[in-house]
């Protein structure tokens, strides 16, 4: 069963996925009543799940790691995800 803020979620990780391309990253949207962004970095193979969550402070991205970022501010959050991404090359 979807929770109530499956509609807000979604709306919060299709502006971030918008972003992405910007930083060289490629995304999709996955579950249906849990929406989660698979996001993936093309030239070093790393990828990550962002998850999307209401907070105190507003709501935040999460991914693995312990990366977070603010929904407000998405090119921040976006260029956080990049260097994630970046940071080791697979093999």
Do not use: C, K
């Amino acid at each position: 069963m979807a929770s109530g803020y499956t509609g807000e979620r979604r709306v919060h990780l299709e502006a971030l996925a918008e972003l992405l391309p910007n930083q060289g990253l490629v995304s999709r949207m996955v579950g249906d009543d849990d929406p989660v962004l698979w996001v993936w970095h093309p030239s070093t193979g790393r990828q990550t799940i962002i998850f999307a969550t209401p907070s105190n402070q507003g709501w935040l991205f999460l991914w693995s790691s312990g990366g977070q970022g603010s929904a407000d501010d998405l090119e921040r959050t976006a260029a956080a995800l990049r260097r994630t991404l970046d940071l080791a090359q697979p093999g």
